[in-house]
């Protein structure tokens, strides 16, 4: 076996974060995708002695387990992983997967709530960040989202089953006008062209829209038309807001230079409960409305009837945890790095009339150990790298009670739990919550106590 060898297998099994193996000769061989039950055919990317990597190329025969509807993009873009597969089976496999990882860590003797569902698995999803490209070279223009597995093609997903037909008039509308009018899209390589993204986020529970569309400065293109068209569409929600980002940055990603309002609002807002969010272009928030409001319903039933109790909402990003745990505290202390975030939080706060939340800008680390507030309970929902080690020895010399993980990567949640368990803490509930269907992601809640 040897690099650049094609190879075929059957999936065996897969992985928390995407990735399948199988085996081929005894040794293990470990691909990006792929679905238990799959024939797959697999390029050989390096050869090590327990195992090897390998690029997946190709399902030979699907899995017994895909026999759910998918869009018409569904193999090319690399958005959806399981979309074939019934919704029921991605509950199972996401749970076995959770099930596996705390094994691995030697964590146990807690009671395994399993993993609660999306209340949509299709059409959930409250953001979607679109790319301007083609799908071959020289092609017509496209918008939409890479191809499986490649740098540059860019697939438009007029047909996508992650978001609501108004996502998808919104993006088939702007393609077509945009093919029009012959200006070239950016190329990231090369740091020329004028289209670059276009960003749609919508408030499920308000119905307001906001259009951003994203373009370097190197054309001076009139948008008025574009504005007048996307405000003609016919749309089920309100657009409240179109904007134009102009980004000069030399990173694929959507960064503001500068931003013009081209009609309406620079922001929308969104529900949680009873509980009314403004939200910028460029602001956190979880992209399945629906979801998050079943993910911080676990959070509070966790914590319980405690409003005599100081809480820390660690990496408090915009402050939806804590407000929404407001109701149950005594008082709520946020912190989070990103100072726009703070800033929004302190924001909604007022918006929601709460006086007994305070939300901090710094590094949690280096701000925890400033704090004179002792807590009773610590809520932490760090990014996905999880929990700085030297920022975890802070977090456990404040000996709080109770600690309630909120992890959007398992992988990290249970390396941090195994640490906390080192500490005197116990495991002693975790439930996941699906907010990401159709894709290998989960997030997940774990109730930690001292002991």
């Known amino acids: 076996m040897k690099k650049r060898e094609m190879l075929q297998f059957v999936v065996e099994d897969m992985e928390f974060g995407g990735n399948s193996?199988?085996?081929?000769?005894?040794?293990k061989v470990e691909v990006k995708g792929g679905i238990k039950g799959q024939v797959v055919k697999a390029l050989v990317k390096r050869v090590k002695k327990d195992k090897v990597e390998a690029k997946l190329m190709e399902v030979v025969e699907p899995s017994s387990l895909e026999k759910a509807g998918v869009c018409k993009h569904y193999g090319q873009?690399?958005?959806?992983s399981m979309l074939s597969v019934p919704y029921e089976d991605q509950i199972k496999i996401k749970e076995?997967?959770?099930?596996?990882?705390?094994?691995?860590?030697?964590?146990?003797?807690?009671?395994?709530?399993?993993v609660e569902k999306s209340p949509n698995w299709h059409e959930y999803r409250n953001k979607m960040e679109y790319t301007f490209g083609d799908e071959e070279k020289?092609?017509?223009?496209t918008l939409g989202l890479h191809k499986k597995g490649r740098a540059y093609d860019i697939i438009t997903v007029d047909d996508c089953f992650l978001v609501d037909e108004d996502y998808r008039k919104i993006l088939r509308t702007t393609v077509e006008y945009f093919q029009k009018t012959n200006l070239p899209y950016y190329k990231t390589?090369?740091?020329?062209?004028?289209?670059?993204?276009?960003?749609?986020?919508k408030g499920i529970n308000t119905g307001e829209i906001l259009i951003n569309l994203v373009t370097?400065?190197?054309?001076?293109?009139?948008?008025s038309e574009y504005k007048n068209v996307m405000l003609s569409l016919d749309l089920e929600s309100e657009i409240v807001g179109i904007l134009h980002t102009i980004n000069d940055s030399l990173a694929d990603a959507v960064k503001c230079d500068e931003l013009r309002v081209l009609y309406g609002?620079?922001?929308?807002?969104?529900?949680?409960?009873?509980?009314?969010?403004k939200i910028s272009p460029f602001s956190f928030f979880q992209t399945n409305t629906k979801g998050a409001e079943k993910l911080y319903s676990i959070v509070r039933e966790f914590i319980g009837e405690k409003k005599d109790k100081v809480i820390f909402d660690l990496y408090s990003g915009t402050g939806t945890i804590g407000q929404v745990l407001s109701k149950e505290a005594q008082k709520v202390i946020g912190i989070e790095l990103i100072e726009e975030a703070v800033e929004a939080a302190n924001e909604n706060a007022k918006l929601n009339n709460i006086t007994n939340c305070t939300f901090i800008a710094g590094?949690?680390?280096?701000?925890?150990k400033t704090l004179k507030e002792r807590p009773d309970i610590i809520v932490l929902d760090p990014p996905r790298p999880g929990i700085h080690k030297d920022a975890l020895k802070d977090i456990i010399r404040f000996n709080a009670q109770q600690i309630i993980y909120v992890s959007c990567n398992p992988k990290t949640l249970v390396r941090d739990l195994a640490e906390l368990e080192k500490a005197g803490y116990k495991v002693l509930k975790v439930k996941g919550m699906d907010m990401f269907p159709n894709t290998p992601h989960v997030e997940c809640v774990v109730k930690i106590e001292k002991k």
């Open 21 to 27: 193996y199988g085996y081929v000769e005894n040794k």
């Open 265 to 277: 609002r620079d922001h929308f807002y969104e529900k949680l409960f009873d509980l009314k969010f």
């Open 138 to 141: 020289n092609g017509p223009l």
């Open 363 to 368: 590094d949690v680390g280096e701000k925890v």
């Open 96 to 114: 076995n997967q959770l099930i596996s990882l705390f094994k691995e860590e030697n964590i146990n003797g807690f009671e395994f709530l399993g």
């Open 216 to 223: 370097s400065s190197q054309e001076n293109f009139d948008l």
């Open 77 to 80: 873009c690399g958005g959806c």
């Open 189 to 201: 390589m090369m740091h020329t062209g004028y289209l670059r993204n276009l960003v749609v986020r």
